[in-house]
């Protein structure tokens, strides 16, 4: 009598065991692949997230985006604001500052997760570009928030805006939450989401054969 195919060690199937070990070998290589890309990717990102995200503070706050300049990892974006003061015009400038790891230092770590998925759910391509666009919505809200909270800040202290406190506190909550919430737990959203994804494309494969049968 042949062996069974599902003949396995602690109740897996060969099968599933043979998913696990790829998925293991795609997470390794995944990981330590991206570790040395992101050393080269990463000033990049982090131009291209801080131009839009400033411009998207920019316009929340009546302000303007003077200059931004990348040194490396670190972004200073200067932010112009034109105010009518009882002497006249006056141009207010104020710089925020913040270094790209600061909110980027799980993405070696959340590739690695979507590429050790792959070999376990059943994907399409859409749903991994759909990850990948939510973490890069991630860092944007992170230098968004952040930007129009040191915006909000500089408004305040030199006398222009009148400090509110649910404004405030909106902005406060919304990067604090952000920062210590989404950002550190991202590998394990974005696992979740593709999980997700891919149980909702299953379920709804399985009831449409229901129906056709």
Known sequence: MPLPLYFSFFGLTVQL?????????AFLATYVLMVFLWLYL???YGAVVTNVAAHLAALVTGSLVDSISIYDEKAVCNFLYQALTVR????????AVLHVSQYSYN?????????????????RIRFVVEA????????????FFYCVLQIYYALVSAGIKRPWKPEQFFWEFSWTFINAMVIRFEPFLIGVFLWFRSSVKTCSGLKKKKQED
């Open 107 to 123: 993405v070696p770590l959340t590739v690695a997760i979507v590429a050790s998925l792959l070999p376990l759910i059943k994907w």
């Open 17 to 25: 065991k043979n998913r696990l070990v790829l998925a293991i070998l």
């Open 132 to 143: 990948l666009f939510l973490v890069f919505f991630i860092h944007l809200l992170y230098v």
């Open 88 to 95: 006249g015009p006056a141009n207010l400038h104020f710089d």
């Open 42 to 44: 990463k000033a990049f």
